[in-house]
């Protein structure tokens, strides 16, 4: 019988997923490994609430039984050893065992393996993803993994380098094992992903509600311990796909895809070796070498307070205030390189040539040459008439969407990672020329118990609307979601869903129609405006403090406003968020706690919907209430009320900014 021997005790080895960090950069990987914060740090309860792997992993489990190991220290080490020679043996004699998250350890490297199927005549590797492909019979395009013109797609290289490290790791680990017992282990090792069918429909046995799933969370030395089980009763596959990756796999054995120096061009192999010889030596390569526009989005760029890996890179960014270069629009990596070369790692905005500046960066370039927020002549001269083309009569709304998208759908029939709208709030203005205290808070709408409320969505949102008169909202979003919905409802008609069309096609516009009653005040935005304080963005968490900041503006919206049609007011010193409360005890013990939640918040930097304080966090809250309850818990109810109620109030002060302050601003020079 086969016995393995456990490998040699292993100080701090190279874990998989720090092998990506170092391939995609080499400071991220020393950044880590000295323990450094950063935004993405790995915390279950949010993987469970906002991604759903863990909902995956429970149906895979409930489909293919098997032995769960988990963990990652010597207890771990040495139950893996056990059970892989126990499945080796049982392969030997003819039989199958899957094995999950068993952790294998050699050479100074180390993984936890999702599932390890040992059969008599393979064994497939399998790495478990709750990202969604297209699935017809099983099978799946490999075109989908690749470019057009050769090599892998970038969505999927983090994937697939992952499994290709696992792969070599396994076959070194395989090889000592024969050599410590004299035994040769002949079966291939064959990568896999198991991916969710973007084209499976959930049934009532696999929809995620609580009578088939049940999750629970707990706190541990290592932070929040977070599972999901599969408690239905008959669990199937239809939701997922698995898709040999041999031939993607073979791509990064000869070019393991990355860009550092040091690695460019060397197999996933060599990569190791060489990653390895860093570690060891502990001689990292020069950090200069490592920078880039993409630093821009770095995960160790945590909020201040905390230990910086981002400031180590770049030697301390506070020189540079918000200018820095980095926070230039549309950075192009021939600017980068030349303004880094010209002005070292404080480099600001205007350490940019100026003749390379490009058209969508001017008003940033000018208004800090100036420092002076700064307004395109046109928009000064006519600003409603670039608000609205021409001018309606009767009410303006403003409008701002929550939905929620899980891997397992929790509606019967319904299909992976589609969007469940579950809030909107708005605002309504008599006209568009009325003031601020004529505002009218709208009723609103939020369903957090049913798993397909979009007919109730769009029914309450026809209601509180009616059928004329412009809807603001930011960004493309509200746009995206209605259209799901009408596709929706096209699908699988109702009694009712023509007249719920035809009021989505005259929000949305339709074939024929050249635009509907939404307008996005984003674009508007970005071609009518900038602002120093802006620091590049033009998020709307950006833009907000600006109007913020003007008493003329804020002093509507703060206690005592005297706008009787809208009980809430707000009471923030930079923008209006910071005097929301934190969320519900209930969901920050999931979290981790109000520093793992504010992490989160500073964290955002997208232009899309707002949210619990933006639109992750309050996806993360309807996750919560979905898996664990609390639809009915006042304190969670009112606060999905009030963060989303201050989205819509947010763009309303926008809107007074836009209509009422930036004629006033110095002029830009188109």
Sequence with gaps: MLQLLMPNSLTAPITKSQFKLGLDCIQKLQHTRNRLPQVSQENEMLRLLAEGGSAVEALIRATEPGRFIGGFKDAALAESSEAIADALNAAAAGKTTSLYEVTIAHGGFLARIDLLRIR??????????????????????????????????????????????????LIRYLAEIGQQTGVSIRQAVRPRLLLVNKLGVATPATALNRANYRSTYQQNARGIHATVDFIGQEADRSLLVEVPMEDMVAVLIKDAGSDVIGFKGLGIADCMQAMKGIVDSDQWPDARQSLGKTCKSCEFRVRTGLESGFDKCWENTGG??????????????????????????????????????????????????????????????????????????????????????????????????????????GHRIPSPTAGLETRVQLDGFLDLEQPSPHRAFIDGLKSQVGDSGPIFHWHNFENTILRKIRGALEKSPEPGDEARMAFIDALTGSVGQTKGRLIDLLPIAKSAFYHPDMAGSYSIKKVVPIAWGIPAIRDHFILGHGATSDPSHYSGTKDPYDGLPSPPRSILEAVGGIETYRTLVEAEEDEGPGALRNGGMAMLAYHYVRMFGGADDPDIVGQFRQYCRLDSAAMVMVYALMRDQLSAWSKFRE
């Design 120 to 169: 008599p005549e393979a064994i497939d590797l399998v790495e478990i993803k709750s990202k969604s492909v297209e699935g017809v019979g099983g099978q799946v395009d490999q075109e989908e993994f690749r470019k057009q013109k050769g090599g892998i797609r970038a969505e999927w290289m983090a994937y697939i380098q992952d499994l290709a490290f696992q792969r070599e790791l």
């Design 320 to 425: 540079c205030s918000q200018h820095h270069l980095l926070t230039t629009i549309l950075l192009s990596e021939k600017q980068f390189a030349q303004a880094l070369l010209d002005a070292g790692t404080k480099a600001g905005v205007l350490d940019i040539a100026e003749e390379s500046i490009k058209d969508t960066q001017r008003k940033q370039y000018e208004s800090i040459q100036r420092s002076s927020p700064l307004v395109t002549r046109s928009f000064a001269n006519d600003p409603m008439g670039q608000l609205f083309g021409t001018i309606p009569e009767g009410p303006v709304y403003f409008i701002d969407f929550e939905t929620a998208a899980y891997p397992i759908p929790s509606r019967v029939g319904g299909h992976p990672n589609e969007q469940i709208p579950f809030q909107f709030e």
